[in-house]
């Protein structure tokens, strides 16, 4: 009978009939009085919402103490019912670290031994204990299913921690948990998508693993092979800011030996990492691929949203977020896209306000932090958007971006020595993030290194050309190279750099202007007034082309052909040309107008491309840095 009860309960859970399964389970309990069937009853009531009766029947006897399963469901309990202190009064607050699994331990030594010769390596471990650590005896003496309750109750402790905002026991506990159990997965993802640890910390823990823990029921010969399967699969993870090839070379074992090629993960890993390379479309293509098939994926939506505000694609946008707010209106996502269509249309309160309420239903979401603060930075409001951005930089420790934003925003109002600060812990977490570059280049040029200033740009042309990036995304950069090689003097380099940037299609009396001051500095005052001409039929009424082209028409009067170029020739003295003081004036008034312009063409588009936490969200910092000509990277 009690056979037959647990067959009958089983195929009730396994059909979702959890009234039968509960009519079943208890009858069972009553017939048995087992501990098990005591668990599984609660297992059924906590599938159907029921917490509270769950710990009920939990709680019955000596079950929390005696039957870790039991225990960690009871806690799970506590948190669904919103009781965190209960929960960690249940769990405790001590992490069972002696149970952590190292590699390279004896354990992992014998884990694929032949099995024909399995006595003489259980012998072989008794006889080597002397010389393995206490943590690996203890682990040993414990049951694989006790283990994996106790690596899930770490996680547990993590989740409370958190939701007390707790993030470094949080983190403690996350990592435990994956150590202890490597097929926790809860716990590793909760490390990853929160960002709890910089990228450098990532590859580092992933190493840490003992994957050899992991084996297949009734057939060794195939755990070796699981263990790097799965080690693979936690690869793909882990941030795409560094190790790119080994990343790469994941992908794409798991595409061709396991044909994983179509699996929403690995296409989301692959649109990640082509968003942080500024190659928008690839992205849009990987993800629109898998909303095409999966309409409500709520892991991709995020990149989805930042690649069509990235490529300016309004309508998509309208459509998406109207359809996510009718179907699924409780999920944070949702209003997530309804904040980011009224970015990109400029609407910033209508923006600020779906963002904030994204971020209050899911407090721990980042990219609706990031988007609640861009709205401020997209109005000037700066003291409020470093507010912002130091909360997301509290809430997600592990990311180089709420730093970097807090940077640039110190930038925007002149606190070098803070924006420098700011910009140098973000370097420490990630050193190949062009935009980071840039702005660390737009400090140097503000503070007179300008070889520091143009070792930055160039290093960031460097990476983006290293990832393909789209060429329009770096345009910004490649003009602040341009105005920092100018500056020093590099006055050939800094033409031909002007030259590339106007051969990308670029309509900006600004640059025509800076292209102008170039030419008249070398004394090619005709081709200045060119040049001048341009910036003035982009921009009619630009009283710094003006200025400039009245200087360069004297000049070119006073050079008079081929006498005035002999005469340049022959003694380099720039006839007509500008003092060095006129030139930091003009300078200084350009780099004012320039702001000026790249603020309006900002405020137009409703923002910056950007890539955040790993949800793909859009910077709207403006431009122009200070009295200088340079831009930022808004494009």
């Not at 032949?114 to 259980?122: K, L, Y």
């Not at 050079?559 to 040309?577: F, P």
Request: hydrophobic share 40%; proline share 3%.
């Amino acid at each position: 009978m009690e056979r037959f009860l647990r067959e009958w309960r089983q195929d009730a859970v396994n059909k979702h009939q959890y009234e039968t399964a509960i009519f079943v389970a208890d009858k069972l309990l009553a017939l048995t009085r087992d501990d098990n069937d005591a668990y599984w009853l609660a297992q059924v009531h906590f599938s159907t919402g029921n917490y509270s009766r769950a710990q009920t029947f939990l709680s019955r006897g000596s079950l929390l103490e005696r039957q870790p399963q039991c225990r960690y469901l009871a806690a799970h309990c506590s948190i669904k019912l919103g009781k965190t202190d209960e929960a960690l009064t249940i769990l405790g607050d001590k992490n069972p670290t002696h149970l952590i699994s190292a590699p390279g331990s004896e354990r992992q030594k014998l884990r694929h031994v032949d099995v024909n010769s399995r006595v003489g390596a259980r012998h072989h471990k008794a006889a080597s204990r002397s010389d393995r650590q206490p943590t690996s005896e203890e682990r040993d003496k414990e049951d694989v299913s006790s283990l994996k309750y106790e690596a899930g109750m770490c996680y547990l402790r993590g989740v409370c921690y958190a939701k007390q905002n707790s993030f470094d026991r949080a983190k403690e506990c996350y990592k435990i948990a994956v150590q202890i159990d490597v097929q926790c997965f809860e716990a590793f993802d909760a490390l990853m998508a929160n960002s709890l640890m910089s990228p450098a910390e990532e590859w580092k823990f992933l190493e840490s693993l003992n994957f050899d823990t992991i084996s297949v029921s009734n057939n060794p010969s195939l755990s070796q092979e699981a263990a790097q399967f799965t080690r693979t699969l936690y690869t793909t993870r882990l941030s795409k800011y560094s190790r790119p090839d080994e990343f790469a070379n994941a992908t794409e074992s798991l595409s061709t030996h396991y044909n994983l090629s179509d699996n929403a993960d690995i296409l989301l890993s692959k649109a990640d990492l082509k968003f942080t390379q500024c190659r928008f479309r690839e992205a849009l293509a990987l993800t629109s691929s898998v909303l095409s098939t999966d309409k409500y994926n709520f892991a991709i939506l995020p990149v989805h949203l930042a690649c069509l505000h990235e490529l300016g694609q309004k309508n998509a946008l309208f459509l998406l977020s109207h359809d996510l707010a009718d179907t699924h209106p409780s999920e944070p996502c949702s209003w997530l896209a309804v904040g980011i269509y009224y970015l990109c249309i400029s609407r910033i309160a209508e923006a600020r306000r779906y963002f904030s309420k994204a971020s209050m239903m899911d407090p721990h979401f980042g990219p609706a932090w990031i988007g609640f603060a861009h709205t401020f930075a997209a109005e000037g409001e700066h003291d409020q958007a470093i507010s912002a951005y130091s909360t997301a930089a509290r809430l997600f420790q592990g990311t180089h971006l709420p730093q970097l934003f807090l940077g640039m925003q110190n930038l925007q109002l002149n606190n070098l020595s803070l924006a420098h600060e700011y910009l140098n812990t973000a370097f420490d977490l990630c050193q190949t993030d062009p935009l980071l570059l840039n702005e660390m280049g737009v400090v140097y040029y503000h503070e007179d290194a300008l070889i520091d200033a143009i070792s930055m740009f160039r290093r960031a042309l460097t990476i983006s050309d290293k990832n393909e990036a789209d060429p329009d995304a770096w345009i910004p950069t490649r003009t602040n190279l341009a105005h920092a090689l100018r500056r020093s003097g590099q006055l050939d380099e800094a033409l031909a750099t002007f030259d590339e940037v106007l051969r990308h299609g670029v309509k900006d009396s600004g640059i025509f202007t800076a292209k102008g001051l170039v030419l008249l500095e070398m004394g090619r005052s005709w081709d200045a007034v060119i040049a001048l001409h341009e910036a003035l039929a982009v921009t009619p009424q630009d009283p710094m082309a003006t200025d400039l082209l009245g200087r360069a028409l004297e000049a070119n009067e006073s050079d008079n052909g081929v006498l005035g170029a002999e005469r340049r020739a022959g003694n380099g003295d720039l006839v007509g040309s500008v003092s060095d003081e006129e030139i930091e004036e003009i300078d200084r008034k350009i780099g004012g107008r320039l702001k000026e312009i790249e603020q309006n063409r900002v405020a137009g588009r409703g923002g910056r491309r950007r890539r955040d936490l790993r949800v793909g969200m859009i910077d709207v910092d403006e431009s122009g840095f200070g009295e200088s000509m340079l831009v930022d990277s808004d494009g």
